[in-house]
């Protein structure tokens, strides 16, 4: 699907992973689908590690006694990935003694619960979570949208150079002309056999391309030392005859 239609597209309920032991797990699961959201539900660690990854769901509640992975080191996991780094995590522990609390901070859990856990509690942490889910979510979708922005810009202009390039020869034949009143104003310059200020006379534009114009400046020495020309694109004076009057 287009990115920038998911953004807009109606909103889904919300999915929720429930990463539970077996003896509460029923009890949890029908509560948020009550709560109007969508529940992936495992009893195993690693399970819930997988269907993390592959559901992006938009909150995890984690038992902190899982088996294989238990629910701080899966927390810990999650804020790895690039794909569920803000993901809002609950952790629902046995105890929170301090260093329980030290621990789901240190793994990066938005939420501590302690088991068994009011469902006013859950819902309190719930609350909480879709809030800052959705903060996370349109910040994303915000920054998508810039990028699309970028690139549909940078497409432009690599379309108008490549419409500019395709028609440069048509410019070019057209272009190419002497003329008095130059793009670049000539510059006063001073012959270089005595010194005397040259006379302008006109200029020639050209070039091989219009990324690279090329204007030509036509000058007669007034001590009869002959014409010279010179070239914008360069700087250079050079003497192309011998006799100008
Ligand atoms: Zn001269």
């Not at 529940?39 to 899982?66: C, F, K, M, W, Y």
């Not at 088996?67 to 803000?86: H, K, S």
């Not at 310059?189 to 006379?199: E, G, K, R, T």
């Amino acid at each position: 699907m287009c990115p920038l239609t998911a953004s807009v597209r109606p909103a889904e309920p919300p999915l929720a992973l429930l990463a539970h032991r077996r003896d509460s797990l029923d009890v949890y699961a029908r509560y948020l689908r009550r709560e109007s959201y969508r529940v992936e539900e495992t009893d195993d660690g690693r399970q819930a590690l997988v269907l993390a990854l592959s559901q992006r769901p938009h909150v995890v509640i984690a038992d902190a006694d899982l088996p294989g992975i238990d629910g701080f080191q899966l927390c810990e996991v999650l804020r790895r990935d690039r794909l569920t780094q803000a993901t809002p995590i609950i952790v629902v522990s046995s105890d929170t003694f301090p260093a329980d609390i030290a621990q789901a901070a240190r793994v990066g859990a938005d939420v501590l619960l302690t088991r068994p856990c009011i469902l006013r509690d859950l819902s309190n942490a719930l609350e909480f979570c879709r809030m800052q889910s959705l903060r996370v979510r349109e910040r994303a979708a915000a920054a998508q949208h810039r990028a699309e922005e970028q690139l549909a810009h940078s497409t432009d202009v690599i379309e108008r150079a490549r419409a500019i390039r395709n028609r440069t020869p048509l410019s070019h034949a057209l272009n190419r002309h002497a003329t008095t009143s130059p793009p670049v104003p000539p510059p006063v310059l001073q012959c270089p056999s005595c010194d005397a200020w040259l006379v302008y006379r006109d200029s020639h534009l050209g070039g091989v391309n219009l990324s690279r114009p090329e204007q030509w400046d036509y000058y007669d020495c007034p001590s009869k030392c002959g014409t010279f020309q010179h070239r914008q694109r360069t700087g250079n004076v050079r003497k192309v005859s011998s006799s100008s009057f």
